[in-house]
T-cell receptor, first 113, second 112 residues
Framework: DAGVIQSPRHEVTEMGQEVTLRCKPI?????LFWYRQTMMRGLELLIY????????DSGMPEDRFSAKMPNASFSTLKIQPSEPRDSAVYFC???????????FGPGTRLTVT | EDQVTQSPEALRLQEGESSSLNCSYT??????LFWYRQDPGKGPEFLFT???AGEEKEKERLKATLTKKESFLHITAPKPEDSATYLC?????????????FGEGTQLTVNP
């Protein structure tokens, strides 16, 4: 298995631009998570899906952030408009079951200038 | 609100020098305590899940233990390749919506 796949691995954009991060979870996993990691706040859960349905988005910081999962093998996290404080590493992760170990992707390092 | 505190923030060991990392937690209805390893530029890698006080799990030079208030990750005779950030996370079931709450991590450096 290729593991969780994320793209792009690095993204540099200017403030105000739209950013879309992409994720392909491990085949067969029914939960998908989006996390953000910063030095100041560590790893934070933004949103998670179960069978493509958003279950808990209470970690999404603002209305500028949105996430979709149109099918079992693809999810996106969109930031519009982006701001410098959104600079972080964004991880997508998936699991088989809510209380199982979570497999993380390699992350997308986002820099907003 | 679930909380996880890891100590120390950073630990530097000589190869072969055993030590322990601490993870203190408060959680409403513990479903599981997880240990992850994170190498620079990579995503966290799952190590262990512990479910109840008294439980222990081992993998190579690592041993994780759990009490009602904390977990320890014991590293026996570490090697330079054990250098990484070790993250602890708890998953509750009552007030946290079953989400994982991570600690800040312990950055371990093992010198040859």
């Amino acid at each position: 298995d290729a593991g969780v796949i994320q793209s792009p691995r690095h993204e540099v954009t200017e403030m105000g631009q739209e950013v879309t991060l992409r994720c392909k979870p491990i085949s067969g996993h029914d939960y998908l998570f989006w996390y953000r990691q910063t030095m100041m706040r560590g790893l934070e859960l933004l949103i998670y899906f179960n069978n493509n349905v958003p279950i808990d988005d209470s970690g999404m910081p603002e209305d500028r952030f949105s996430a979709k999962m149109p099918n079992a093998s693809f999810s996106t996290l969109k930031i519009q408009p982006s701001e410098p404080r959104d600079s972080a590493v964004y991880f997508c992760a998936s699991s088989l079951g809510l209380f199982a170990s979570v497999d993380f992707g390699p992350g997308t390092r986002l820099t907003v200038t | 609100e679930d909380q996880v505190t890891q100590s120390p923030e950073a630990l530097r060991l000589q190869e072969g020098e055993s030590s322990s990392l601490n993870c203190s937690y408060t959680v409403s209805g513990l479903r599981g305590l997880f240990w992850y390893r994170q190498d620079p530029g990579k995503g966290p890698e799952f190590l262990f899940t512990l479910y109840s006080a008294g439980e222990e799990k081992e993998k190579e030079r690592l041993k994780a233990t759990l009490t009602k208030k904390e977990s320890f990750l014991h590293i026996t005779a570490p090697k330079p390749e054990d250098s990484a950030t070790y993250l602890c996370a708890v998953q509750g079931g009552k007030t946290s919506g079953s989400r994982l709450t991570f600690g800040e991590g312990t950055q371990l450096t093992v010198n040859p």
